[in-house]
T-cell receptor, first 115, second 116 residues
Framework: EAEVAQSPRYKITEKSQAVAFWCDPI?????LYWYRQILGQGPELLVQ????????DSQLPKDRFSAERLKGVDSTLKIQPAELGDSAMYLC?????????????FGPGTRLTVL | GNSVTQMEGPVTLSEEAFLTINCTYT??????LFWYVQYPGEGLQLLLK?????DKGSNKGFEATYRKETTSFHLEKGSVQVSDSAVYFC???????????????FGKGTHLIIQP
């Protein structure tokens, strides 16, 4: 069964350092999402891509976060500089197409700890 | 704005008990509604969904009915098993057909513990 791949699974960094997370969606899925899940909370959407274009980044803290999906396949989320409050699980999800109630398939996540 | 409120956990039940996890929502439009489940050590996965009022989503013995008049989407199961122990998230999406933003807005999650 096809899955969303994410790496690394765990990342420990010091504040003010740069970190990057990678996501490879299910083959053929045009839509890709990045969510952040703080411990004990539900995931919150950071950014949504349709192919290589950003559809929604209204909740992305653009002063320190950036995301790209250059060829419309895999994606990278970057934080620079990392802050203590960025410690969370970063989840990637993909779906066949956006704009309808298509199922979003989630990857295992990257757990970030900022010291 | 859009928001989802679900009952606080943990919810602890005995095996074969009846389960209800309450979920209510606030939305600026006409949302689709979802229940996602996260089993220990695993990623989020869709449990069931409903896209319009009075629709009933069902899967693995779980059911939820989209109630527009009460803005609710409560999750129910008639007889729970130990294997149902997990964290359950209610979510909504305002995506409409034809493309556009359709990210999920999640509740905080309800941790369900089933004891043998």
């Amino acid at each position: 069964e096809a899955e969303v791949a994410q790496s690394p699974r765990y990342k420990i960094t010091e504040k003010s350092q740069a970190v990057a997370f990678w996501c490879d969606p299910i083959s053929g899925h045009a839509t890709l999402y990045w969510y952040r899940q703080i411990l004990g909370q539900g995931p919150e959407l950071l950014v949504q891509f349709q192919d290589e274009s950003v559809v929604d980044d209204s909740q992305l803290p653009k002063d320190r976060f950036s995301a790209e999906r250059l060829k419309g396949v895999d994606s990278t989320l970057k934080i620079q500089p990392a802050e203590l409050g960025d410690s969370a699980m970063y989840l990637c999800a993909s779906s066949l197409a956006s704009g309808g109630p298509d199922t979003q398939y989630f990857g295992p996540g990257t757990r970030l700890t900022v010291l | 704005g859009n928001s989802v409120t679900q009952m606080e956990g943990p919810v602890t039940l005995s095996e074969e008990a009846f389960l209800t996890i309450n979920c209510t929502y606030t939305a600026t439009g006409y949302p689709s509604l979802f229940w996602y489940v996260q089993y220990p050590g695993e990623g989020l996965q869709l449990l069931l969904k409903a896209t319009k009022a009075d629709d009933k989503g069902s899967n693995k013995g779980f059911e939820a009915t989209y109630r527009k008049e009460t803005t609710s989407f409560h999750l129910e199961k008639g007889s729970v098993q130990v294997s149902d122990s997990a964290v359950y998230f209610c979510a909504l999406s305002l995506g409409v057909s034809g493309g556009g933003a359709d990210g999920l807005t999640f509740g905080k999650g309800t941790h369900l513990i089933i004891q043998p």
